[in-house]
Nanobody, 126 residues
Framework: VQLVESGGGLVQAGGSLRLSCTTS????????IGWFRQAPGKQREGVYC????????YYADSVKDRFTISVDNAKKTMYLQMNSLKPEDTAVYYC????????????????????WGQGTQVTVSA
């Protein structure tokens, strides 16, 4: 199983980035998949996740109306469109995926049992 992230980078506040997470070796339609982030000195936090089977989404209040998650089943890829970026969005963003547990919220992604990407750095300058 591989999760390969891309799309991070340096952007000014108010700008946009789109992160991608491409999966392989796992049945995409069975997944709950999402993005987590970790800033220096802070705990990892959930950003956005989605159930591929039913489209249910969950997100952190801090990204409401700014970030959007989507999936392309044919490409087995998840995207995170990030608009109106703020300096506090600066973090390493990790893709995580696992067999959809059917539970509510972040527990949709199994812990333990999830697969993780290597992370991609997002830096937002003031």
């Amino acid at each position: 199983v591989q999760l390969v992230e891309s799309g991070g980078g340096l952007v000014q506040a108010g700008g946009s980035l789109r992160l991608s997470c491409t999966t392989s070796g796992i049945t995409f339609d069975d997944l709950a998949i999402g993005w987590f982030r970790q800033a220096p000195g802070k705990q990892r936090e959930g950003v956005y996740c989605i159930s591929v089977s039913d489209g249910s989404t969950y997100y952190a209040d801090s990204v409401k109306d700014r970030f959007t998650i989507s999936v392309d089943n044919a490409k087995k890829t998840m995207y995170l469109q990030m608009n109106s970026l703020k300096p506090e969005d600066t973090a390493v963003y990790y893709c995580a995926a696992g067999k959809d547990t059917g539970h509510a919220g972040w527990s949709r992604i199994p812990t333990p049992g999830a697969y993780w990407g290597q992370g991609t750095q997002v830096t937002v300058s003031a």
